[in-house]
């Protein structure tokens, strides 16, 4: 990790086509501008953690489930309603 200190108004350049300014220090948050390409996707780390961990959640979950499915567990999820077969009694 390259650590450096700036002030307002500083910037840095990464890799030619990302420039990030330092637009304000105060009472120990720091703002910044980011100006990249519209290709470059930017995001918050903690996003970025959030969902990956809501995703590991998931992932897990229906592990859990298709193994109770296949095992025939009574605790295996039942379908829903709109993919359940009814059979009519013959009238």
């Known amino acids: 990790m390259l650590i450096l200190s700036r002030k307002a108004g500083d ?19 720091v ?3 980011i100006e990249a390409p519209a290709a470059v996707t930017i995001l918050r780390a903690e996003l970025v ?14 592990d859990t489930s298709a193994a109770l499915v296949a095992h025939g567990s009574p605790l295996a999820p039942r379908a829903s309603a709109d993919t359940r077969t009814t059979t009519r009694p013959d009238t």
């Open 11 to 29: 910037a840095i350049v990464i890799d030619g086509g990302i420039r990030i300014v330092v637009v304000q220090c105060e009472r120990g948050t």
């Open 31 to 33: 703002r910044i501008g």
């Open 49 to 62: 953690e959030q969902v990956a961990a809501q995703n590991r959640k998931a992932s897990v979950a229906a």
